[in-house]
């Protein structure tokens, strides 16, 4: 069992930059592969990026390659994710999630999530 908390939203200028955090804990924080989620108003949620349990991969939406950044602090159990060149479109409620996957491929299954973060980005 793993519980998420995500933070670093905010509101930031077209052309901006933010960088959201996931902190993990629990008995098993340490064996999941985690994913980054965003749901805009009126829209469905969708996959943002996504990062394997042994860090060796990473994997993005096309909306996003070469702005966004996923990574992880092992020590602390923390994933992030690095936001550059914000446009208005990335508005949305970013979710940190969890898969309960530890073997090299991509994860799919994500079994728990975080509360959600505001991400506003004005034009």
């Known amino acids: 069992q793993v519980q998420l908390v995500e933070s670093g939203g905010g509101l930031v200028q077209a052309g901006g930059s933010l960088r959201l955090s996931c902190a993990a804990s629990g008995r098993t924080a340490s064996s999941y592969a985690m994913g980054w989620f965003r749901q805009a108003p009126g829209k469905e949620r969708e996959f943002v990026a996504a990062?394997?349990?042994?860090?060796?991969?990473?994997y993005y939406a096309d909306s996003v390659k070469g702005r966004f950044t996923i990574s992880k602090d092992n020590a602390n159990n923390t994933v992030y994710l690095q936001m550059n060149s914000l446009k208005p479109e990335d508005t949305a409620v970013y979710y940190c999630a969890a898969d309960p996957y530890t073997g090299p491929a991509r994860p799919t299954t994500y079994d728990y999530w975080g509360q959600g973060t505001q991400v506003t980005v004005s034009s």
């Open positions: 990062l394997t349990w042994s860090g060796r991969s990473t």
